[in-house]
C-alpha cells in the first residue's frame, strides 16, 4: 500500500526536500511577484466591470462618474501600499496584519483580522477561480455547462501545483500573470495610440445596445448611495495586497526591502492598469448591465437569456485589437488563465498565517508543519477544501460570491493600521535620535492617514454590500473567531493540566508499589514472550490473567499452565457474557480502588501480521483493550509484539523500496559541489 500511494505522490509533487534546503525555496522580486501579487493585478479583470455593473443601475448617463471612482480607488491603491510598506520594515517575520494587531491592539483584535484574513483568503480563491471559469466557457461551451465541476478541477489542479512548493509553483505562475500584464500594457499603448494619434473610431461590441435603467433620475443621497456601492465594488482590486506583508519570510534576503520593492511594483502595475481599462472602456462606449437579459436592448428589444455578457477587458480588447485577433486571443487565454492563478496569492497566505497561528494556538498544530516540498500542506489542503465547498454552495457564480468579497480584506486593513500607529506612539515615547523620529513621525502620519482612509471604506463597505451578501463573510469571520477561541481555550487547558509542578507532586513521586499482568488467552509464542519480560521488570507482584468466555479452552489453558510448570500465577475471570475488555477493565479498576498508590502495568503479547487484508481476520481485541485502558488512570500499558513471517517479507518490501527509486524522485539540475573521493583503481590489493 506504501507503495501504491508513494508512486504517484512523488509524481505529482516531486521528491521530498531536506529541512536544510529551505533557503533554495526562498522567491526572488521577480517570481514573488506573481506569486503574491496575481490577485490585485489580476483583478483589473473584473474590477473595472463591477463599477460599470453597478452604475448601469442608474442608466448609461452615470457611467461618467467612473473616472473618478478610479481615481478613488488609485489614492485608496496607493495610501495602502505606502502603509504596506511600513508594515513589513516594522515585523518582517510574516504575522502580517495578524502580527500588527496582536502585538498593539491585544489577542482579540489579532483574532478578529485572523478571522477576517482567513475568510477574505478562502473568497479569493473561489472568487477568481470562478471568474477564470465565465471567462473560459465565452469561449468554450462545455465549461459553461459544467461550471461547478471545472472550477473544483482547477481548485484540485492549483492545490497540487502548490504541494510542490512555492518556488516551482512561481515559476510555473510567472510566465501567464507577466504575459497578461504586457498584454494589457500593450493594449492601453496601442489603444492610447489609436485615439489620440490616428484618431480611429473604436467601438466595444455593447457599443450600439441601450441600457434600461433599473431607477432613472436618481439624485440626492440615492446617488451618493450608488456611487459608494460602485466604489466598494471597485475596491475589489485591493484585495491580495496583504498577502505581501505575510509572505516576507518566502522573499530573500534583504526580506523586508524585497517585500516593500515588490508591494510598490505591484500598486504602480495595478492601477495604471486599472486606470487604462477603465478609461478605454470609457472611449469605446462599453455598456454592461447587471441583468443583461433584460436591461440590455438592442433597437429598442432585450438581447434575451441567450445573450453571454462579456468582461469588460474582452470587449476592450475587441474593439482596440479587433475581433479574432492575434493580441486579442493571447489577451483572452492569458485573462483566463491569470484569473485561475490570483488564487495563488491565497494558497500562499492562508497556510503561512494558519502556521503563525498553529503556532500561536489558535489553530491545529498540523498546519505549523511543513510538507515533504517544504511548504505548509496541510494548510493548502484545508484551503482547497474550503474554497471548492463555497464554490458549490455559490455554483461558481462570480457576481454572487464577489458581494461576499473585499469585507474582511478591509477589517484587516484598518486594524492593522490603528495597530501600525500605535506601534509608532510606542516607540516614539522612548526614541531620542532626531532622525529616527523624523522617519517615525512620518510614517505614523503615513498610517494614520491609511487607518482612517481604509476604515471610512470598510464602513461604505457594510452600509453598501450588507444585504447583498457580506453578511455571510461577516458570518465566517464569527465562525473562524468562534472556532480559534475554542481551540486556544484546549490548548491553555491541556498546557495547565501537564505543566511539570516545581516541587514534589504525586506525578514524580513513585509509586508504593507495581502490579504487573500478563493478558493470556492461550500458551503460545507470543504468551511466552510477554512472559519472559514481564518477569524481567522490577514488579512487586506478577500475575497471568484470562477471560473465561468457553469453559473448554479455559480448561485446557489451565491444564496446559499446570503441565509446563509456569511459575507465574494464573488467574482467570468469569464473563457470563462473553465480553473479555469490561472484565479486564473491572479488574485493573479494583486493583487501583485497593491501592490508589500502587501503579498497575498491563503486558498484552500480539503478533504482528505484514499484508493490510490480514489483520482484517483478527479481532484486535489487543487494540480495543489498549484504547480502553487509556483511560484508566494509573495504569501502564505495554505492548509484547511478536513479528510472524508475513511482516518480516513486509520488512523485506519496505526496505527494498527505500533503495527504489519512483519516477519524478530523482531530477537533473544543480546540485552542492562534493569533494571528489580518491580514485581506487590505482590501489593493487
Known amino acids: 500500500m506504501s507503495k501504491l500511494t508513494d508512486v504517484p505522490k512523488r509524481i505529482l509533487i516531486g521528491r521530498a526536500l531536506r529541512s536544510d534546503r529551505l533557503g533554495e525555496t526562498l522567491l526572488p522580486k521577480r517570481i514573488a511577484l506573481p506569486v503574491f501579487a496575481s490577485d490585485p493585478l489580476s483583478s483589473v ?5 463591477e463599477v460599470l455593473l453597478v452604475l448601469s443601475v442608474a442608466g448609461v448617463s452615470a457611467y461618467h462618474f467612473s473616472p473618478w471612482i478610479a481615481v478613488a480607488v488609485v489614492v485608496l491603491m496607493f495610501t495602502v501600499v505606502a502603509s504596506y510598506r511600513q508594515n513589513v520594515h516594522a515585523y518582517p517575520s510574516g504575522g ?45 461551451p462545455f465549461v459553461v455547462e459544467h461550471k461547478v465541476l471545472c472550477a473544483v478541477a482547477v481548485i484540485v489542479l492549483l492545490t497540487l501545483m502548490n504541494l510542490r512548493g512555492v518556488k516551482e509553483s512561481g515559476k510555473l505562475f510567472a510566465i501567464p500573470t507577466y504575459v497578461f500584464v504586457a498584454g494589457v500594457f500593450i493594449m492601453i499603448a496601442w489603444g492610447a495610440y489609436r485615439g489620440f494619434v490616428l484618431d480611429d473610431t473604436m467601438k466595444a461590441p455593447t457599443a450600439d445596445y441601450e441600457i434600461k435603467a433599473e431607477h432613472e433620475g436618481l439624485a440626492g443621497f440615492a446617488m451618493v448611495f450608488l456611487l459608494l456601492r460602485a466604489f466598494s465594488s471597485g475596491c475589489a482590486a485591493l484585495t491580495g495586497v496583504e498577502a505581501i506583508s505575510n509572505g516576507v519570510p518566502a522573499f530573500r534576503k534583504p526580506k523586508s526591502k524585497n517585500a516593500a520593492t515588490t508591494l510598490a511594483l505591484m500598486g504602480g502595475l495595478a492601477v495604471t492598469m486599472f486606470c487604462g481599462i477603465i478609461g478605454l472602456a470609457m472611449a469605446t462606449n462599453v455598456h454592461m448591465a447587471e441583468n443583461p437579459a433584460k436591461d440590455l436592448l438592442d433597437n429598442g428589444a432585450a438581447l434575451g437569456g441567450d445573450y453571454v455578457q462579456n468582461p469588460v477587458i474582452s470587449q476592450v480588447a475587441e474593439a482596440v485589437f479587433g475581433d479574432g485577433s492575434f493580441l486579442f486571443i493571447v489577451l483572452a487565454a492569458a485573462t483566463a488563465l491569470v484569473l485561475f492563478l490570483a488564487a495563488n496569492t491565497a494558497y500562499n497566505g492562508f497556510p503561512l498565517l494558519g502556521s ?16 515533504d516540498r517544504l511548504a505548509f500542506s496541510n494548510g493548502i489542503v484545508l484551503l482547497a477544501g474550503a474554497a471548492a465547498l463555497l464554490v458549490w454552495i455559490y455554483g461558481a457564480d462570480s457576481t454572487r460570491l464577489i458581494q461576499l468579497y473585499i469585507v474582511g480584506v478591509f477589517v484587516s486593513f484598518t486594524l492593522s493600521q490603528i495597530g501600525m500607529v500605535r506601534h509608532w506612539n510606542r516607540h516614539l515615547a522612548t526614541e531620542r535620535d532626531p532622525g529616527k523620529r523624523r522617519h517615525m513621525i512620518r510614517s505614523r502620519a503615513i498610517n494614520t492617514f491609511g487607518a482612517f482612509f481604509t476604515g471610512l471604506v470598510l464602513i461604505v463597505v457594510l452600509v453598501t454590500k450588507f444585504t447583498h451578501g457580506a453578511w455571510v463573510a461577516l458570518l465566517g469571520m464569527v465562525i473562524f473567531y468562534a472556532t480559534m477561541s475554542a481551540i486556544r481555550r484546549h490548548y491553555d487547558r491541556v498546557s495547565e493540566e501537564i505543566a511539570a509542578a516545581e516541587g514534589p507532586s504525586d506525578d514524580s513521586v513513585r509509586p508504593s508499589r507495581v502490579h504487573s499482568i500478563v493478558l493470556v488467552s492461550k500458551i503460545h509464542k507470543p504468551t511466552l514472550r510477554a512472559l519472559a519480560y514481564a518477569k524481567l521488570m522490577r514488579t512487586d507482584t506478577l500475575e497471568a490473567l484470562s477471560v473465561n468466555v468457553d469453559a473448554a479452552e479455559t480448561k485446557a489453558l489451565r491444564d ?4 509446563r510448570n509456569i511459575s507465574v500465577p ?10 473479555v475488555t469490561r472484565p479486564v477493565i473491572e479488574y485493573v479498576k479494583s486493583l487501583r480502588r485497593e491501592s490508589p498508590r500502587d501503579a498497575v502495568s498491563v503486558i498484552i503479547p500480539e503478533y504482528v501480521v505484514g499484508h493490510w487484508y490480514e489483520h482484517l481476520l483478527h479481532n484486535q481485541s489487543a487494540l480495543r483493550l489498549k484504547g480502553r485502558l487509556l483511560f484508566t488512570p494509573g495504569v501502564m500499558v505495554t505492548s509484547v509484539p511478536y513479528q510472524l513471517e508475513s511482516s518480516e517479507a513486509a520488512k523485506k518490501r519496505a526496505r527494498r523500496r527505500q533503495e527504489w527509486n519512483a519516477p519524478g524522485s530523482v531530477r537533473r539540475g544543480p546540485v552542492e559541489k562534493r569533494a571528489k573521493e580518491p580514485s581506487k583503481s590505482g590501489k593493487k590489493g
Open 45 to 49: 479583470a473584473y474590477a473595472p466591470g
Open 570 to 579: 494464573l488467574k482467570v475471570l468469569d464473563s457470563p457474557y462473553r465480553e
Open 96 to 140: 502580517g496584519d495578524y502580527e500588527v494587531a496582536n502585538t498593539n491592539l491585544g489577542p482579540k483584535a489579532g483574532l478578529t483580522v485572523a478571522s477576517a484574513l482567513l475568510v477574505d483568503y478562502v473568497l479569493t480563491v473561489a472568487v477568481s477561480i470562478s471568474s477564470g471559469i465565465e471567462n473560459l466557457g465565452s469561449a468554450v
Open 356 to 371: 503563525i497561528l498553529a503556532q500561536d494556538r489558535y489553530l491545529p498544530r498540523q498546519l505549523h508543519t511543513r510538507g
Open 560 to 563: 496446559e499452565w499446570e503441565r
